[in-house]
């Protein structure tokens, strides 16, 4: 399946059905009065956000969804029905924008909450409301009143506790596959994840915890180079980061400049999110040149006022501790940030 997180669609309530005029013709009441009904409220556009869905794939290809219009009232007393409500389920993280002003409309971050995002028409009243003491046959009604239409743009920023940062080939598909059932792509050349992966992380019955690998982001992020631009939204809601540096045969990388590199598109993105709680890991610590540089980078990340830990996710050496970790720095923690209100350029 294809990782969609934008979508835009037009969303079209249902209008209100007319009320009736009518009069009753029974025998032998030949003046029985009015008995026009009343016509049926237009159905509403709902979305109710559910944790079985993790992309907008669905809405993809649906440019408009429309709920049922009211039925128009009926003699003898008869209300129309009531239009059917359109209900669209979207996963937990997206948020609903005005597509013309940019308003932040919802922000579906609760599993089964339904809203209203698009409200259907008043049904008209038939003229069996309009019977007065002096005006016994009156001849009107009302008409339904037009639903609610607008366009909406939709985007899907991922919940999750932990958000894995780093340069391609890091090791951060390894890792997620290591201490989690997602079971991302792996391969050995650059942008090998093209879609954030979701993983659950079981320490216990009651001990869990949400990591998400946010793929694509290089030195150029912030300003749209690579995927970055694309899955930075997706760090937004983590609570913390963490930062997955290696060594690299590219004499272009380093893993202390790749940090700095990252944590500058982070400023530039979104203050916000450099200064977010996070952990520096180096990875690949099976190999022998990882084991020799690591005290030199631990130095001078701790100049920077980070401590380094270090791992290796095909053997599990250090996993325990770097989770370890995590869960006390997700402890310290606990409230999930809020993500920014404007939809991105």
């Not at 079985?52 to 669905?58: A, F, P, V």
């Not at 698009?118 to 003229?127: D, I, K």
């Amino acid at each position: 399946m294809h990782f969609v997180d934008e979508v835009e669609i037009e969303l079209i309530a249902g209008d209100g059905g007319d009320g009736c005029v009518a009069f009753r013709r029974e025998k032998f009441r030949p003046l029985g009065g009015p008995s026009g009904g009343d016509g049926g409220d237009g159905g509403d556009v709902i979305f109710v956000a559910t944790t079985r869905l993790g992309t907008l794939m669905d809405l993809r290809y649906r440019r408009k969804v429309a709920a049922e219009r009211g039925e128009h009232g009926r003699g003898k007393d008869q209300y129309g029905k009531a239009g059917a409500d359109a209900v669209i389920e979207v996963p937990v993280g997206t948020q609903v924008y005005d597509a013309e002003t940019g308003e932040l409309l919802f922000d579906f971050d609760e599993a089964e909450r339904p809203e209203v995002v698009a409200h259907g028409g008043q049904g008209g009243r038939g003229n069996i409301h309009f019977a007065t003491p002096t005006e016994r046959a009156p001849r009107k009604a009302e008409r339904g009143t037009p639903g609610e239409r607008r366009d909406v743009r939709l985007e899907l920023k991922l919940l999750a506790d932990v958000g894995l940062l780093g340069f391609p080939n890091v090791g951060k598909s390894t890792l997620i596959a290591r201490i989690s059932r997602a079971r991302p792509k792996i391969a050995d050349y650059p942008f090998t994840t093209l879609t954030p992966n979701l993983g659950v992380v079981h320490r216990d019955v009651d001990r869990t915890f949400v990591v998400a690998d946010i793929p694509g982001l290089i030195e150029g992020a912030a300003e749209g180079l690579g995927l970055g631009h694309r899955f930075l939204k997706h760090v937004e809601r983590c609570r913390a980061l963490l930062h997955i540096v290696a060594l690299d045969p590219d004499p272009e990388r380093e893993p202390l400049r790749d940090f700095d590199a990252l944590n500058g598109e982070l400023e530039r993105f979104d203050p916000e999110l450099a200064a977010r709680p996070m952990l520096v890991a180096l990875s690949k610590r099976d190999l022998p040149e990882t084991r020799e540089a690591e005290d030199a980078l631990r130095e001078q990340l701790r100049e920077r006022g980070h401590e380094l830990l270090v791992f290796s996710a095909a053997t599990n050496d250090g996993v325990e501790p770097l989770l370890d970790a995590l869960e006390r720095l997700l402890a310290e923690h606990p409230d999930r940030p809020a993500p920014r209100s404007e939809p991105l350029e």
